[in-house]
């Protein structure tokens, strides 16, 4: 079953009027907040859908408004709705009692704090980040988790959030979203090595693309990736160094190091970007050869091998542009020295 509604945030002063969904019983919004609008009524435009939900709801009469996108709802239940998304910055009139909840305005920022919809979270982003007119299909299942998302046709990434103990939380949040929120959730990183000639090991490391969303240019774990909603960590190393370098290792090939809980704040593009990460770091021992790795250009600009104790020193002085965590790489060399005079 298939149904067309629409979806409004109106903004006044920094604040969207929210719409707290407390009334009707069987409402698969129950307890959530959300924008104001509702379902078409026969021969009507979404523009007119909106119009008229807007002054039902609320007795405000929209002056100015924007559509921003469609939004294919999947809920789970067999039903998959088709909401026009909206957002309006003038309006006339005066606010009337609703009866599906109780109307707010709530400052934008802590809109993100209430009980919406995970999925939400995804268009307020782009909302926010004024992306162009926008087609987001958001999938769960049936009992309210986000399971996939997509943006103009494109898999959008979903992350396991986890609790601070490691456990996943049964949150699943869209990539963009959990760095803007700084949540919590798990990155496989392999660090590939190889003895040198003075007794110790160089480290290979890659440099990160220039149009990577965050730290582009700078040099970074050997390969490494974020940890896809329901796979396990050794699954995502195992991919990530196919994918980022085109090694095939096996399973059995990685030696696991422990787990590194790291969190990085800085700003790309004039976005915020908050970097909450527990990473299981691995060891790869087997031979490499630069010149014969495939390397994924959207992810990789180049590799190279450098001395431990000489990238330890420059990840210190500040003279290698990078985005590694030095109490990361302080792991990776007790476990590599471990029993070994240095």
């Not at 959207?298 to 020193?313: A, G, H, P, Q, T």
């Amino acid at each position: 079953m298939s149904e067309l509604s629409t979806l409004c945030y109106i903004e006044r002063e920094g604040s969207y009027l929210m719409l707290h969904r407390t009334v009707k019983k069987n409402d698969v919004n129950k307890d959530k907040w959300i924008g104001v609008g509702g379902h078409f009524e026969a021969d009507e435009s979404p523009e007119e859908c909106l119009l008229r939900e807007v002054k039902e709801e609320t007795g405000y009469t929209l002056t100015s408004y924007r559509y921003r996108g469609i939004v294919t709802f999947v809920s789970g239940d067999g039903v998959t709705e088709y909401m026009s998304l909206f957002t309006a910055d003038g309006f006339e009139g005066e606010p009337i009692p609703c009866d599906e909840g109780q109307l707010e305005w709530v400052p934008i920022e802590k809109v993100w704090k209430l009980n919406i919809w995970e999925g939400d979270k995804i268009f307020f982003r782009l909302m926010d980040e004024e992306a162009p007119f926008f087609s987001l299909k958001l999938v769960y299942d049936g009992g309210g988790t986000l399971v996939s998302a997509a943006l103009n046709g494109a898999p959008m990434e979903l992350f396991d959030i986890l609790n601070e103990d490691g456990t996943r939380s049964g949150i699943v949040r869209e990539r963009g979203v959990a760095h803007r929120e700084g949540s919590l959730h798990p990155t496989a990183h392999i660090w590939i090595v190889r003895p040198n000639k003075a007794g110790g090991y160089d480290v290979l490391l890659q440099k990160r693309s220039a149009g990577k969303d965050s730290y582009p240019g700078c040099y970074d774990i050997s390969s490494a990736g974020h940890v896809p909603a329901g796979e396990d960590y050794l699954e995502s190393a195992v991919r990530e160094l196919g994918e980022e370098l085109g090694i095939t290792a096996s399973p059995e090939e990685l030696e696991p190091v422990g787990i590194h809980k790291g969190y990085m704040e800085s700003e790309f593009y004039g976005k915020p970007f908050r970097d909450a990460e527990m990473s299981q770091m691995y060891v790869y021992r087997k031979p490499v050869d630069t010149d014969r790795l495939s390397l994924q250009e959207s992810e990789v600009e180049e590799v190279i091998w450098m001395d431990y104790d000489e990238c330890l020193r420059r990840i210190r002085e500040g003279s290698l542009p990078n985005c590694i965590y030095e109490d990361e790489f302080l792991m990776l060399g007790e476990y590599l020295f471990k029993g070994m005079s240095k």
